[in-house]
């Protein structure tokens, strides 16, 4: 779907999403050009116990000087299993939010 421009996070559950959804760090965050962010994926281990893991190294919109890096890794022999890891956190964390949602009728902290 298309990208939101709101400045706030939600309430929780949200139909803002159809079908589930992983916020691993659900914020203002933003990746500034010429700098090596980015959003990046591999997959490890082999069929029926791969892990795919996306990374994140990113920015808070308009503050190049906060950084953010972070994981979040879904397992194939555990379908309903999402894993946070978190390695920088300029601001602690103290805006976002971190959930996992089913549905619109379901989700988790």
Known sequence: GPC???????LLPTGAFSG???LPYWDDLYIFAST?????YG?????PN???????YMSHFGASGEYYHFQAR???????VV???YFSSSD???SCTIVTQGGSDDWSE
């Open 92 to 94: 602690g964390g103290r």
């Open 20 to 22: 589930a959804a992983a």
């Open 4 to 10: 939101a421009i709101s400045f706030s996070n939600g």
């Open 43 to 47: 997959i490890q281990d082999v069929a």
């Open 36 to 40: 090596s962010q980015g959003i990046y």
């Open 74 to 80: 879904f397992f194939e022999a555990s379908p309903n």
């Open 83 to 85: 894993q946070y890891v």
């Open 50 to 56: 791969r892990v795919l893991t996306f990374e994140f």
